[in-house]
C-alpha cells in the first residue's frame, strides 16, 4: 500500500535535478548508525478490504452498543441531526490546517465566530475562544487562567465537581504554586456554602463549581459567586452538560466571572472519550488572558468584512514562554460539529431539548425512586441526573441489571467512597418512555 | 459560478423557524420543576432557520476554505499530507462511536485493544520502551512528556530549574516548559543551522531538567550531533525531550529512540495521516524510556491472559492530563494508517517526503535565499532576502501564491530565519502540482522585481481580499450582537 504519487520516472527526473543517483542520498545527513537497516518491525500492510474486516473484527470485540445505558457522568448520549455528520464530513471542513491564513480559510473562521457567539449567548459571557481539548483541560485552564488574574495561591474547588476535572486540574496545578482546597458539599448534595465562606480568604484566586454538580444537582451560582467577589476571589463555572443551558438561567446573568465546560452533548458521538470539545467563555475584562484560539471581525483592503485569528499576542507562537498557554492544536472541527447542532436545534429546539431531558429524568427519577429500598439521595434540583441509595449492594444491582441488557448508572463508591451502594443515573431525549419503564421494572426485580 | 458571500447565521435568522424537531415527550409533564432555580424564558438571539438553510450556510461556507482534498499545502512543519479516506470510514464504526467512557472493560475490549496495539506500534516506530495515548494534541504531549521528566527529578530529589531550547524552535516547546513550571534558556544554533555543542556544554548543568530538541529541527536540518547532544545533557543528569513534530522525515529510516533520547511525542495528525479539521483534534502521543515509564498518565493498559485491563493504582504517575483515555478517534484512524501502510510503506513516507522537498529545493535556490547551506530533509526553510530590495516581504509572497493555487508556506518561525517561507511538501503530493508550485514560485520571484505591487496587493483571486489583522487586535469584535448590527435595529 502506498499514498505516494511518483512514479519511476518522476522519481528518476527529480534525482537529475537534484543531482543525485539515489534516495537514500539524500539521509546521509543521518549517521550511519542510526539508519535503520531493516524494515521496521510491524505487521505486512493491509489492502483497504483487508483493513475494513481487521477493524470489524476488532469493533466485534465490544458489545456496549448492546446494552441499554443510562451512563452519563460527563459524557451524554443525544440526538444527532443527520445535518452534523453530513456536513462536518466534507473535505473542506475535515482537511484544512488551523486558519493562518485567513485570506483562504474564510469558512473554517467565520464558522469558529459563529461557535464563539452562540457560546456567548448560552453562557451569557462577552467573549469565547476558539474551543480547548476537552473540559477537563478547560477545567485546569480556567484555573490558571484565575490565577494569572489573582496571583493569589489558594484555588477553592468543589467536590462536587466532576473527579476527572478534579485530577487533571490537579495535574496542570501542582507545579505553579497553586495550592487547592476542596470544598465539601451538603446534604442536599450542593456546594456547601457555609465551609465555602470558611475557606475563602484574601488568599484565594479563585473558586471552582459545577452546574448541574456531577450528582447532576444544580448549583446556586449566584450565591458561589456572591461569596467569591466578596473576598475579591474569581468565580468559574464549569459545565459539563450543556444542554442544561436551555432552560437554565446563564451562569453569566449569575454572575459568574469564567465559564468552562465540555461541549460534546452538542453533535458529538460518545466514541469512548474523545474526540471531544472543551470550550471556554469570560467576561470581557479577562479577554486577554484566555487560552487558546480566538477569531475577530475584521475588514479586507476593499472593505468588506472577514474574519482572521486575533489577540495572537497572547499565544505561543508569538509569545512562547510567556503565552497564556502552550495550547496550539485544537478540537475546532468538533466546534463545527457543536456548531452545526446549536444552529439547527435553533431557539427553540435548545429550549424543547432541555425540556425534554429534565421531564424524562425527573418521570424516571420519581418512578424509581417509588420502588422497595431505593431512595433519592440528594434532594437538590436536578437536570438529568439523579443519585440513587440502594439498600442491597449496588455492584449487585449492577451485575443483574446487566445480564438484562441494562447499563445502569455510575457506580460512586469508586470515587466517593462515602456514597455506600450509590450510582448516577442519566436520562436523556434519547430515551423513551418504554425504556424507563423497562429500567424501573427490572431494578424492581434486582432489589428484591 | 460566483461563490456567494455568506451572511452569518445570526443575521438570516427570523422567528419561529427551525431546522431540527425532536420525538414529541412521551411522559407526562410536570409543571412543577424547578420552582426555585433561577431559569431563562429563552436564550437570547439564539439562530432560527430552517434544515435548508443550515445546509446552504455551510456548504457555502465550505467554499471559502481551501484544504488539502482541493490542492497542494506545503506548509511547513504541519505535514499536510492527504488523509486517506478509508481511516475516516474504519472511525465511524457504530461499535467505536457508541461505546461510553465509563463502560466496564469487558464490553469495550475492542477499544482497549485498538490502544494497546496502537501503542506497541508506535513503541517499535520510534524505537521506544512506553507510550500514552492520552495527549489531545502535540503541546499536550510536549507538557506531559516534561511533567514525567520533572516527576522523575523530583522523586530523585530536585526538580530542577531551568529547561533548555534551541532558538530554532517551535513556540509550543518554551511555553509547555514554562506551563510545567520551568525556566527556559535559549541555545545558539551555529552557522550550520544545528545546535552549537559548545554553547550547550556551557549552558548545561545541574540546575538544568532536560533540552528540548527538535529533530529534525525546524530548519529540515538532522541534528547529527544528536548522540553527543544526549551525552552532554546525560552527563550533569538532565533529560532529553524529543519534539517529534517533523517524525515524517525519519518515519522507518531511523528511530528516536537509538539516539539515546528520553522521551518523545508525535503528532498523530501529521505523521499519521489524521486529518486536521481546521485546528484539530489531533492527538500527541508519548513515547518514553523505561525510567520514565512509571510516571505516565492514568490509566494505561495492561494485556492479562488475552484480556485488557485499564490500570489506576499507579503510585508515581503524574496523574490525569484530559478526561477518559485521550482523543480515541484519532487513534482510531492512524492505527488504520499504519496496518494500510506495513513496513515498506512506512519507510516510504520518509523516502518521498524528502525526495519531493529536496526537488524544490534544488528548483528554487536560485530565486529565493537559503540561510543554511546544510542539507535539509522533509522541509526546507527558504527567506525573502532576494526579494526584500524590492520591498516585498515573505508575507507578499506568500498572499500572491493564493492567486496561483497553492496554500502559503509557514511564516512565523523558525525565528532564526528572518522572512521565512518554510516549504513541506510531504510524501503524497504529484510531481505535476509540486512543477505548478515551483513554477508559480519562479513567477512570483520575477514579479518580484517587475511589479512589485501586484504581490504587495495579493491576493486578488480570493473570496476575499487581503485582510487587516491589526484592525482585528485593535478594535476587537468576538461575537455577533444585535447592537453591533446595524440591519437589526
Not at chain 1, 539508519?35 to 474486516?53: C, M, Q, S, T, Y
Amino acid at each position: 500500500m502506498s499514498y505516494t504519487s511518483l512514479s519511476q520516472k518522476d522519481k528518476k527526473e527529480m534525482l537529475t535535478k537534484i543531482g543525485i543517483s539515489s534516495i537514500q542520498k539524500l539521509f546521509d545527513s543521518i549517521p550511519e548508525n542510526l539508519i535503520l537497516k531493516e524494515g521496521l518491525n510491524v505487521p505486512d500492510h493491509l489492502a483497504e478490504p483487508e483493513l475494513v474486516r481487521h477493524f470489524d473484527a476488532l469493533a466485534r470485540k465490544n458489545s456496549f452498543h448492546k446494552f441499554l445505558s443510562f451512563l452519563g457522568a460527563g459524557a451524554y448520549l443525544h440526538t444527532i441531526p443527520s445535518i452534523v455528520d453530513y456536513l462536518s464530513s466534507r473535505g473542506e471542513f475535515i482537511s484544512p490546517y488551523t486558519p493562518y491564513q485567513p485570506e483562504v480559510s474564510q469558512g473554517t473562521l467565520q464558522i469558529i465566530y459563529e461557535f464563539q457567539t452562540l457560546i456567548c449567548q448560552l453562557t451569557g459571557m462577552d467573549s469565547a475562544n476558539a474551543s480547548l481539548y476537552d473540559g477537563a483541560s478547560g477545567a485546569a485552564e480556567a484555573v490558571l487562567m484565575a490565577h494569572r488574574i489573582k496571583s493569589k495561591p489558594k484555588v477553592l474547588v468543589a467536590r462536587t465537581i466532576h473527579p476527572q476535572y478534579r485530577e487533571v486540574i490537579e495535574t496542570y496545578s501542582k507545579n505553579l504554586d497553586v495550592s487547592l482546597q476542596d470544598i465539601s458539599y451538603s446534604k442536599n448534595g450542593e456546594i456547601d456554602l457555609e465551609d465555602l465562606e470558611k475557606k475563602l480568604g484574601y488568599e484565594t484566586s479563585a473558586v471552582v463549581v459545577q452546574s448541574p454538580n456531577f450528582f447532576g444537582v444544580i448549583e446556586k451560582l449566584k450565591e458561589v459567586s456572591d461569596l467569591a467577589h466578596r473576598n475579591q476571589a474569581l468565580s468559574i463555572a464549569v459545565i459539563t452538560e450543556p444542554t442544561s443551558l436551555g432552560v437554565l438561567e446563564s451562569p453569566g446573568q449569575l454572575g459568574m466571572d469564567i465559564v468552562t465546560g465540555e461541549g460534546q452533548s452538542f453533535g458529538l458521538p460518545l466514541s469512548f472519550g474523545g474526540p471531544y470539545l472543551g470550550f471556554m467563555a469570560c467576561k470581557k475584562e479577562f479577554i486577554r488572558q484566555v487560552p487558546g484560539r480566538i477569531v475577530g471581525v475584521t475588514k479586507d483592503t476593499e472593505g468588506e468584512r472577514g474574519f482572521v485569528l486575533t489577540l495572537s499576542t497572547r499565544e505561543q507562537h508569538i509569545r512562547r514562554e510567556r503565552a497564556t498557554s502552550n495550547i496550539c492544536t485544537n478540537q475546532a472541527w468538533c466546534a463545527l460539529r457543536a456548531t452545526v447542532f446549536l444552529e439547527a436545534l435553533g431557539k427553540k429546539g435548545m429550549q424543547e431539548l432541555a425540556w425534554q431531558n429534565l421531564q424524562k429524568a425527573h418521570y424516571a427519577m420519581d418512578r424509581l425512586t417509588q420502588l422497595e429500598g431505593v431512595h433519592l439521595k440528594f434532594d437538590g434540583a436536578i437536570f438529568n441526573e439523579f443519585v440513587l441509595q440502594f439498600e442491597k449492594s449496588w455492584k449487585e444491582i449492577d451485575k443483574f441489571l446487566k445480564d438484562k441488557g441494562i447499563i445502569g448508572g455510575f457506580g460512586l463508591e469508586r470515587v466517593f467512597p462515602e456514597l455506600k451502594n450509590c450510582a448516577l443515573f442519566c436520562v436523556t431525549e434519547v430515551h423513551r418512555r418504554e425504556d424507563m419503564d423497562r429500567l424501573v421494572s427490572v431494578l424492581e426485580e434486582a432489589v428484591q | 459560478m460566483t461563490i456567494l458571500r455568506e451572511s452569518l447565521i445570526f443575521e438570516v435568522s427570523d422567528q419561529g423557524k427551525r431546522g431540527f424537531f425532536l420525538p414529541k415527550l412521551d411522559v407526562p409533564p410536570r409543571k412543577d420543576l424547578l420552582k426555585n432555580i433561577p431559569l431563562r424564558e429563552e436564550i437570547q438571539d439564539f439562530p432560527e432557520v430552517s434544515e435548508v438553510e443550515v445546509v446552504r450556510h455551510f456548504t457555502r461556507l465550505s467554499q471559502a476554505n481551501f484544504c488539502i482534498d482541493l490542492g497542494f499545502y506545503p506548509l511547513g512543519s504541519c505535514t499536510m499530507k492527504y488523509n486517506p479516506k478509508i481511516n475516516e470510514k474504519v472511525a465511524l464504526t457504530k461499535e467505536f462511536l457508541s461505546s461510553h467512557p465509563y463502560s466496564s472493560e469487558e464490553l469495550v475490549q475492542g477499544n482497549l485493544e485498538i490502544l494497546k496495539i496502537t501503542e506497541e506500534l508506535l513503541m517499535r516506530i520510534t524505537g521506544m520502551d512506553a507510550f500514552t495515548l492520552q495527549p489531545s494534541a502535540g503541546a499536550q504531549g510536549e507538557l506531559v512528556g516534561m511533567m514525567l521528566i520533572r516527576a522523575c527529578l523530583e522523586e530523585r530529589g530536585n526538580p530542577r530549574k531551568i529547561v533548555l531550547i534551541p532558538d530554532s524552535a517551535h513556540g509550543t516547546n518554551p511555553s509547555s516548559a514554562h506551563l510545567c513550571g520551568y525556566h527556559v534558556r535559549e541555545i545558539k544554533s551555529n552557522d550550520k543551522g544545528t545546535v552549537d555543542l559548545n554553547d550547550l556544554e556551557k549552558n548545561m548543568s545541574e540546575d538544568v531538567a532536560a533540552l528540548m530538541v527538535t529533530n529534525p529541527n525546524t530548519l529540515g536540518i538532522f541534528e547529527s550531533d544528536i548522540k553527543e547532544i544526549s551525552a552532554i545533557v546525560h552527563s550533569k543528569g538532565g533529560f532529553v525531550y524529543m519534539d517529534g513534530a517533523n517524525m515524517n522525515a525519519l518515519i522507518g529510516k531511523s528511530r528516536p529512540g537509538d539516539m539515546d533520547v528520553d522521551v518523545i511525542h508525535l503528532n498523530l495528525h501529521k505523521t499519521f495521516s489524521t486529518p486536521h479539521g481546521g485546528g484539530g483534534p489531533g492527538a500527541g502521543p508519548v513515547g518514553v524510556k523505561k525510567e520514565l515509564e512509571p510516571y505516565l498518565p492514568i490509566p494505561i493498559i495492561q494485556k492479562k491472559e488475552n484480556h485488557y485491563h485499564l490500570l489506576f493504582d499507579r503510585p508515581k504517575s503524574i496523574g490525569r492530563a484530559r478526561s477518559f483515555y485521550g482523543n480515541f478517534l484519532v487513534v482510531v484512524k492512524a492505527l488504520a494508517y499504519i496496518l494500510s501502510l506495513g513496513p515498506e510503506g512506512l519507510r516510504e513516507i520518509a523516502e518521498i517526503a524528502v525526495l519531493n522537498s529536496n526537488y524544490i529545493r534544488k528548483s528554487l535556490e536560485n530565486e529565493y535565499h537559503l540561510k543554511y547551506e546544510s542539507p535539509t530533509l522533509h522541509e526546507c526553510v527558504f527567506s525573502d532576502k532576494h526579494q526584500r530590495p524590492y520591498g516585498v516581504q515573505n508575507i507578499d509572497i506568500a498572499k500572491r501564491l493564493i492567486d496561483y493555487g497553492v496554500h502559503p508556506p509557514t511564516m512565523s518561525f523558525p525565528l532564526i530565519v528572518q522572512g521565512a517561507l518554510m516549504v513541506e511538501p510531504t510524501e503524497t503530493e504529484t510531481k505535476r502540482d509540486i512543477d505548478r508550485f515551483i513554477d508559480a514560485m519562479k513567477q512570483i520571484s520575477r514579479e518580484a522585481k517587475e511589479d512589485p505591487e501586484i504581490l504587495k496587493s495579493a491576493p486578488h483571486t480570493a473570496y476575499v481580499r487581503r485582510l487587516d489583522e491589526t484592525t482585528a487586535a485593535r478594535r476587537l469584535d468576538l461575537h455577533w450582537s444585535r447592537e453591533s448590527d446595524p440591519e437589526k435595529e
